[in-house]
């Protein structure tokens, strides 16, 4: 059988949030079968726990953000995505403060920090969401959409009109059967421009951004001195945040998802939608000659290489 994975030894690190600014210790630990990705903001009183599902997210402004009985952790698409890479299923995230930290923008320093753990395997089957028919939600010229897939692929598509992204490509395709996350699709960082800064800082958003952690763009170019990682990097941080998203259904998927100028919050719509109608997907376990070629030992855990 495929079995479900977690982290093999607690590992620590502290950054700063993205939107809120602050510092921000998290601890990543292993936790049991069946228990799915929890975060606990020890900075509490009652030391509240939330777990990671697309029910508990409550805002979706810039990132997903989880919430339970008026405590929230913010921003934890990028965590979620270098999980879902690295083919864990349980996860315990320790928590100071409101946000999961920003680090460099992309997942590339939690790999960093789940290699240095390390993977274990545990005594139970791992849990695919497979899906049975497509589902799709739209807002104006944006969607989203899952449909019936055997493996797990994204095709997204952006549509920027700067001249700095005209000059990248603004559309990428992953099948995780062929290609690896973490050299496809890990290491690409978040993005945003210089003139939405000021009135997000007023929403209270963007207040820790900086060209340490974001590609920032004026109306004409990119700010930072650095080389894009990819030369699609802005698509490819797109589809990093989406399989971070999706991983908030609480399972692997089995399926296809293919999206417009889709963001947190219509891919959360789509979660809900899905699970609205039982009908659309089923829980399955495979065994390892059953499984689909993404999710083979063969391609356990789907970075693989660099």
């Known amino acids: 059988m495929i079995k479900q994975r977690t982290i093999a030894t607690p590992v620590k690190t502290v950054g700063i949030g993205l939107h809120s600014g602050h510092k921000v210790t998290i601890s990543i630990k292993p936790a049991p079968?069946?228990?799915?990705?929890?975060?606990?903001?020890?900075?509490?009183p009652d030391q509240t726990v939330i777990p990671a599902t697309a029910l508990a997210v409550g805002d979706t402004r810039l990132a997903s953000v989880i919430?339970?009985?008026?405590?929230?952790?913010?921003t934890v698409e990028h965590l979620l995505s270098a999980s879902a890479g690295l083919g864990l299923d349980n996860?315990?995230?320790?928590?100071?403060?409101?946000?999961?930290p920003i680090m460099d923008g992309s997942a590339a320093s939690f790999l960093f920090l789940i290699d240095s753990a390390?993977?274990?395997e545990q005594e139970a089957p791992r849990q695919f969401l497979v899906i049975k028919k497509p589902i799709e939600v739209r807002e104006d010229d944006k969607f989203a959409r899952l449909e019936p897939f055997f493996g797990?692929?994204?095709?997204f598509t952006i549509d920027f009109k700067h001249p700095a992204v005209d000059k990248t490509g603004q559309h990428f395709v992953v099948d995780f059967a062929e290609q690896s996350y973490r050299s496809e699709i890990g290491r690409a960082r978040t993005f945003g421009f210089a003139h939405e800064v000021e009135a997000l800082r007023g929403m209270g958003l963007a207040r820790g951004g900086s060209l340490d952690n974001a590609i920032v763009l004026d109306e004409h170019r990119i700010l930072n001195n650095e080389e894009l990682r990819y030369e699609d990097e802005f698509v490819r941080h797109k589809i990093l945040d989406a399989i971070g998203d999706l991983y908030l259904i609480g399972h692997p998927i089995v399926g296809?998802?293919?999206?417009?100028?889709?963001?947190?919050a219509l891919n959360n719509a789509l979660l809900r939608k899905?699970?609205?109608?039982?009908?659309?997907?089923e829980i399955n376990t495979f065994s390892e000659n059953k499984v689909p070629r993404a999710y083979s030992e063969e391609r356990q855990p789907l970075f693989f290489d660099w």
């Open 33 to 44: 079968i069946n228990s799915g990705v929890q975060f606990v903001r020890v900075d509490t």
């Open 67 to 74: 919430q339970k009985d008026g405590v929230r952790v913010s």
């Open 91 to 100: 996860l315990l995230v320790e928590l100071d403060g409101e946000e999961v």
């Open 118 to 120: 390390g993977i274990a």
């Open 152 to 155: 797990f692929k994204l095709d």
């Open 256 to 264: 296809a998802y293919v999206a417009e100028k889709s963001g947190h």
């Open 274 to 281: 899905l699970l609205e109608d039982p009908s659309s997907y």
